[in-house]
């Protein structure tokens, strides 16, 4: 995104806590939710062009009372987490709020698009304000809402929550249930299940190739930017169509885009032969029979599926054999984690390979925040506000026509992002030869 500057002020956060009376209780988290790596904050934003809407209501007040509101149903929410024995997290519903912040901000949606609104935003700090206090995982407020008002009328709804608690579609599944009260609607849609009992751990993770270990693992040196990439649908059609039989007809915008992401990835940060470049995809288990999680389940129920290849190979093989692969890492995600259970997450997590040659993909084009409707209608853009080495997020925009495109940002040392937006270039160039 170009460069733009501009002033927010804020009022001072207020805990919101739910707008009646609930339970006063402790829930057990699953062992999902306890491990390690998903003790961390996750955060989106949506943007909204808005207006003052009839008898000039006032959208942060609207989301404001829609969230007391939705936190009577998922009051887990308004409570705090704390540890237990064997680092086994557990809630305490103590009703006591999720953080809100009103502001305004000095800037016109317009003026945010006209800079390319994707990630990385400007003032993104300043739209999502690090509350002190706010970030830690245990005995802290599990979500924190920030909702900004443009000087046009539009209004930027952002927010950070405690990913132990909620992963993507969890979260969306909430901010669902308060843009339904803020609309007006007598209750939720769907009824929030807890659950968490029903993802426990199993047997360890069978054994799985292994790569070499270096003794001291190559370290990206700095500066590392983000830059985000689009793909309109045009794109994967030509990429499509250069595919062989019978990928050309099955293949999926999600494994194209993956390969062709990957493939490029490899070349920029000119990872040596016989050195190993993992693909790691993460894998919904929602709707898996084997589990039967019930509609309105809003803990983590993703897993990841690692993929391993030879760099050479990779580069120098074609894009219908980095499809193939893509498609194999899907396939066995599920049926990795019902190997092993939350367990199977820590120790793929240890297997030996050089951490920078890694490349992560999560696809977050169906998880329902871009229909997210408070009173003025869907959001210009809906999304995680920024990635970190080595994750890219797959994200839905409308372009500039109304037809639906992707949304790809990342992070890599500058003269790597260098050659791979090259290598991008260069590989959509070569493919649009199939129209």
Known sequence: MATLAYEVRRRDPELIGPASQTPRETKSMSDLDSLDVIRSQASTALFYRGGEGEGGVDPAGVIRRALGEALVHYYPLAGRLREIEGRKLVVDCTGEGVLFVQADADVKLADLEAAGLRPPFPCMDQLLFDVE?????????????????????????????????????????????????????????????????????????????????????????????????????????????????????????????????????????????????????????????????????YGNAVTTSTVLADADVLRNGSLGDAVALVRQGKAAGATEYFRSMANGTEVRGSRTFNPANLFAVSDTRNIGFHRMDFGWGEPVFAGPVSTFFPMCYFIRVKDRDGEDAFVMPLMLPQLAMDRFAAEVKRSLLEDAKHM
Request: net charge positive; charged share 20%; aromatic share 6%.
């Open 133 to 297: 206090g706010s970030n830690g995982i245990l005995n802290c407020p599990l979500l924190l809402i920030q909702v900004t008002r443009l000087l046009c009328g539009g209004f930027v709804v952002a927010l950070r929550c405690n990913h132990a608690m909620c992963d993507a579609i969890g979260i969306a599944q909430f901010i669902n249930a308060v843009s339904e009260l803020a609309r007006g609607l007598p209750t939720i849609t769907v009824k929030p299940v807890w659950c968490r009992e029903l993802i426990l751990t199993r047997d360890p993770v069978a054994p799985r190739p292994s790569v070499p270990r270096r003794a001291k693992p190559d370290v990206l040196p700095p500066p590392m930017v983000e830059r985000s990439f689009t793909f309109h649908a045009s794109d994967v059609v030509a990429m499509k169509k250069s595919l062989p039989l019978p990928l050309c007809d099955t293949a999926t915008s999600f494994e194209i885009l993956t390969a062709c992401l990957w493939r490029a990835r490899t070349t920029a940060l000119d990872i040596p032969p016989g050195d190993i470049a993992p693909l790691v995809i993460g894998v919904n288990f929602r709707c898996d029979a084997r589990l039967s999680l019930p509609a309105g389940y």
